[in-house]
């Protein structure tokens, strides 16, 4: 099955948001524990995770669907 130019890059971008936000939350945890306090962009960082998260389920299931009618 080979899968679409904007497919793998969707699926990259996800990756990569995905990473970013993980990235970001162990760094929240850390100056937490190391008892500093965490600047905002910790916070919205740490939402890359589930928006990576989304994006790479949306394009696996709308990737899935679609090669199924081919």
Avoid: C, N, Q
Avoid at 11 to 20: D, E, K, T
Avoid at 37 to 56: C, E, F, I, Q
Avoid at 62 to 70: A, I, L, P, T
């Amino acid at each position: 099955m080979i899968e679409s130019r904007a497919e793998t890059i969707a699926m990259r971008i996800g990756a990569v948001l995905f990473i970013l936000g993980v990235v970001a939350l162990v760094a929240l945890f850390v100056v937490h524990i190391t008892g500093g306090d965490p600047v905002l962009a910790l916070y919205l960082g740490s939402m890359l995770s589930p928006l990576g998260l989304t994006v790479a389920f949306f394009t696996t299931v709308f990737s899935g669907s679609r090669s199924k009618v081919r």
